[in-house]
């Protein structure tokens, strides 16, 4: 995603769910093929592959102005048989309708709640006045919960978490950015017990009150243990400097959208990690982790052992960050380190990683540093002009010098609440441009980062890069790639210590990489258009074997998500989203109650950029507008298969 100043194409991320119904369970004896009545005598799951579709153009403007898939699954077997699956979309909802609460009344798809759970109302527009609600739905997870009973649901309960990131704009066009509090819901799912088919029953808001509200909330993950892991990214700057976040400015307009002033938020509240915990009627609990670092959270991925995370850093002069928790299944202590490159990463070589420990915490002795009222200048300085004293360290954030200077005993206040400036202070190579999604193989040991652009801090020469930090390539490409670490046992930090964890990333190569155009194509595509572009949500399916790819690109006229399988290093188009929009609330989950699902959703359609969407602008915006609430809507829904394909499963 690109920083708030520039367009959140790459900025909207949507969130729901996109079951691919019948492609059966590991994948054999639980889905499909049960269904089909072959019972013990069903052939085992070899493989799965992805037709590639051609593009939509202008000839079909409708398919450019929705969701849009014409590629097909093909399931291989031990037999040799295969069983080929015609992908189609289906919403569960547009955000901006309403949907059932459950208990026989409605609630607005995607609206916004104060600190008190009042509706937020847009009133910027008179006689116009109504409630708040996004059209940026994000990070996604779908689970289930042992024992789980919601009424009205017939088949099994299935769960999905979903969250809204920003609104684009009020009724009077202007820009609400980082100004309302992200909401996030519970969609309580009917499962249809022959076909996989997924229902909305019930629309839960989560109740965020207790953790002061939630903050730009972007990609999600599920941990191992079966809980939604949020995000909040682009922390607000406490020392109001540029430096890798939002402005107190925009702090101040979320604050009076949540608390009804602009003085109560704190910024040392956000740009933290939420964990949501469902229950079993659909509601849920939520927390934040304060021991996990502040910085740009994207989506983080917990590995094999239930303790080690990979995290991403959506930031310019960002970096690779890990965290190690003290225990399994618990994130609320353990370790934060940044990586630092040792050997040249660029678009050829592998580049090998040494682990900066920045310190250790529980969240509790980090809020409570927090409640007990600590400032930004109570720990460390922060200067934008040199002072010429070598007390102080140069760093560079945010293509922006700084000279940087910890209080005495302020070591820890400095690694947890401000985690950009201690690790670039440390050494940490704080020299990515928008690390985005984080996921992980678990069978080769190997995690995948998506590199949004590979410009600025990235290139050799330019003003906020580092060549010192070992992230150097001779020129930009602005369409960005796909990194991937190798993970090993037996590593030690920078104190000399062991770390704790069997799944530390040692190196990183690019695996995959866009490629800019010198001249835009027939359509406006500033980038290759059957390549990736601007790398986004990244998902691993460990039966299929398959890296999904969802794009947030200002260089795409419509925004892809891709399928790459890393056993035959295909690549294939699977779904394009509205013209405008960005893919977005990826996930992939193997396996539920047999069947096996992709959630992939949209966020922001319509968002015109220039001269990206010059040329195809004048025929997609009325259509867009039409089909979604004059661009203030977008869905959540899930990749399915056709009508036809589902009577195939029954």
């Not at 934060?336 to 050829?348: D, P, S």
């Not at 560079?396 to 201690?422: C, G, N, Q």
């Not at 089909?627 to 009577?647: C, K």
Request: aromatic share 8%; glycine share 8%; hydrophobic share 35%.
């Amino acid at each position: 995603m690109n920083t708030p100043q520039i367009s959140r194409r790459r900025l909207i991320q949507a969130m729901a769910g996109a079951p691919l119904l019948p492609l059966a369970s590991s994948l054999a004896s639980a889905g499909l093929l049960t269904a089909c009545g072959n019972g013990s005598d069903s052939p085992n799951f070899v493989s799965a592959s992805f037709s590639n579709m051609a593009a939509p153009d202008l000839s079909a403007p409708e398919n450019m102005a929705t969701t849009y898939t014409a590629s097909t699954l093909v399931a291989t077997f031990d037999d040799k048989s295969t069983r080929s699956f015609e992908l189609a979309y289906q919403p569960f909802f547009i955000t901006g309708t309403e949907v059932p609460d459950g208990q026989g009344g409605t609630l607005l798809a995607g609206g916004y709640y104060d600190i008190h759970n009042q509706p937020i109302i847009d009133s910027s527009v008179a006689g116009s006045e109504r409630q708040f609600f996004s059209d940026c739905p994000d990070g996604s997870s779908l689970l289930t919960v042992d024992g789980a009973s919601v009424a009205g649901v017939k088949g099994n309960p299935v769960f999905a978490v979903v969250q809204f990131e920003y609104t684009t704009r009020n009724q009077a066009l202007a820009s609400m950015y980082g100004q309302l509090p992200s909401p996030i819901a519970v969609l309580s799912l009917d499962q249809d017990k022959d076909t996989g088919k997924l229902s909305l029953v019930k629309y839960h808001n989560v109740d965020t009150s207790g953790v002061k509200g939630l903050w730009i909330t972007c990609g999600a993950s599920l941990s191992p243990w079966g809980t939604h892991l949020s995000s909040e990214e682009y922390e607000p700057d406490a020392f109001d400097q540029g430096a890798n976040g939002s402005s107190l400015a925009t702090l101040q307009a979320f604050s009076q959208n949540l608390f009804g002033n602009s003085s109560t938020a704190n910024p040392y509240d956000y740009g933290h990690l939420p964990e949501v915990t469902v229950n079993k009627d659909g509601t849920a609990s939520i927390a934040k982790h304060y021991c996990m670092g502040r910085i740009s959270h994207e989506l983080v991925q917990v590995m094999g052992d239930n303790r080690t995370v990979l995290m991403g850093d959506d930031a310019t002069n960002g970096g690779l960050f890990m965290f190690v928790a003290d225990k399994e299944t618990d994130l609320s202590s353990g370790t934060l380190y940044v990586a630092r490159y040792t050997t040249e990463l660029n678009a050829t070589s592998s580049a090998s990683i040494s682990w900066i420990k920045l310190g250790s915490a529980t969240s509790a002795e980090i809020e409570t540093l927090v409640r007990g009222g600590i400032q930004a200048s109570d720990i460390m300085e922060s200067l934008t002009t040199d002072p010429a004293d070598s007390s102080y360290t140069q760093i560079v954030i945010s293509k922006k010098k700084l000279w940087v200077k910890v209080k005495p005993d302020m070591e820890k206040a400095a690694a947890f609440l401000e985690t950009h400036r201690y690790a670039a202070m440390m050494g940490g190579s704080l020299s990515f441009t928008k690390m985005e999604g984080t996921t992980v193989n678990l069978k080769d040991k190997k995690a995948y980062s998506a590199i949004s652009a590979i410009k600025d801090s990235m290139v050799t020469g330019k003003s906020s890069n580092v060549p010192a930090l070992n992230v150097n390539f001779p020129a930009a490409i602005n369409a960005g790639g796909v990194l991937e670490h190798t993970m090993t046992a037996g590593v030690k930090d920078s104190t000399g210590a062991a770390i704790n964890s069997e799944w530390v990333p040692t190196s990183s190569q690019f695996i995959l990489l866009g490629e800019d155009l010198s001249t835009a194509d027939a359509l406006g595509n500033l980038a290759n258009a059957d390549k990736i572009a601007n790398p986004d949500n990244l998902k691993f399916s460990e039966e299929m074997r398959t890296l999904f790819i969802g794009e947030d690109s200002g260089m795409h006229v419509n925004n892809f998500l891709w399928a790459y399988n890393v056993d035959t290093q295909t690549l294939s188009r699977v779904l394009s989203t509205p013209s405008g929009a960005e893919s977005t609330g990826l996930h992939a989950v193997d396996k539920i109650n047999g069947w096996t699902y992709v959630m992939s959703n949209f966020q922001h359609p319509g968002d015109w950029e220039s001269p990206l969407h010059d040329i195809v602008k004048p025929v997609l915006d009325p259509i867009i507008r039409t089909n979604y609430d004059d661009r203030f809507g977008a869905a959540v829904g899930y990749l399915t298969a056709t009508s036809s394909q589902i009577e195939l499963s029954k």
